[in-house]
């Protein structure tokens, strides 16, 4: 049963900012942008790089390894290399906290 | 039931087939392969595979089993001989003729072999294939020595991975650098830094005049009279395509294809580093890079099914050499300025290649985040301002024009 983790502080992801974060013995990629957050596998699912390293583009992020590019909402392959989704969680901002479902 | 031949099961002819099921296509798709693989990525046969550090099965493009469920006929070890545009033919070795409503040919290139006298001694390597790369692994022991022709992008990644298993490499480069002609001297000079530093020996200026040895090649000598001794060479001089079943087709320097991936032919498309394009920014254009295949073939795909989209991906690539990123975005044959954001000294830089004042190309190394938000502007074919693009302060995503 997935549960809720405090992350980071809100202010501490800015807008337009990507960044990784350590949940138990997985790496979660915490993406904002606007008023949308967005919670995904760091991990590329084509060859392994971080996505927290990678550019968001609108509603999605491009790897900066070799290209791939991966709706943040549902984790689809929208650009390949890569062709397996990775593995959104759900996130929400409780007052100053971000918390993901992992 | 409608049926689509696609001629080539590399990365542009697998994911073609994997797009035109994804788009819904339900008739019979047949992929047709030279080799004995399912499609598979060739970026890693220079780096990652060659290195040791990731196995076969790892590289392809979709497990050998997917093709079968999703009934797409894979048949590998079949080379095909001919397409008959008038009859809606593809002839294979052999004789056997299958028929289509739509063909894809995406036979990919294969590498430039000149008549250089020894050429065919025994430990004269060059990579293209799983195979290829297999042997150069089994010859690259630690302590032996290799004789690396060519610095061009092949040359340059085998030279590194190589480095890394303890082979000693010498370098044979006709022009004055690493990757003179797609990055000229300034950046080349920072490919070389890198090579140097791993203890490369590099021979600029030297082409080369025959392979020595008896049965094995021994040595390679120039034509200014240098010899190079070796236990293996490794020869990287760049690819033809393989355009031999075109016949008929329009060809010239690849099959050439409009803007929207078809042959001069009805019902007859190619992709990947086989087809000509007519690019709607770079004009008649043939890249031979992976990202490119990756999304030709799906292109190509969806215009067989009547999308009629052109093709206007600004290319993209990137190059792995020992703890160098290098990316490249864009096009430029010739370009008349270079301007530098960020340091050449300190290897941590984006160029951008300029002709008549209009950005035609950027390179990075190790700032791959430069190069991706330079893609838009590529494609876009802006006139930047010199300062704007050497300044850090500026977000190269601001200097998008507002469509």
Redesign the interface.
Known sequence: MAKFHTVAKAVDVGDGEVQAFDVGERTIAVAHVGDDWYAFDDVCSHRGCSLADG?LQGSSI?C????SEFDMESGDVL???A?EAVDVFEIRVEGDDVEVAV | MRTAVIVGAGLAGG?AA?TLRQEGFDGRIVLLGAEEHPPY?R?PLSKEFLRGEQALADVY??PAGWYGENEIELRTGVRAERIDPGAHEVELEGGERIRFDMALIATGARNRRFPIPGLDLEGVLDLRTVADAERIQRAAQPGARAAVVGMGFIGAEVASSIRSRGVEVTAIEPFETPLFRVLGPDVGRVVEAFHRDHGVDMRFGETVDRFEGGERVKAVVTKSGLRVECDFAVVGVGVQPNVEIAEGLEVDNGIVVDATLRTSAPDVWAAGDVARHDHPVFGPVRVEH??NA??MGPAAARNMLGARAVFDDPH?F?SDQYEMNLQMAGFAMTWDDLVIRGSLEERSFTGFYLAGGVLRSVVSVNR??DV??AMPLVKAAIRPDPAQLRDEDVDLRTLLPAS
Do not use: A, I, Y
Not at chain 1, 64 to 67: E, V, Y
């Open positions: 550019e491009v900066m390894c070799h290209g650009q390949g290399p062709v | 994911s994997s990525e970026p493009l979709r992976f990202d990756l999304k993209w990137w791959q985040r991706r938000r």
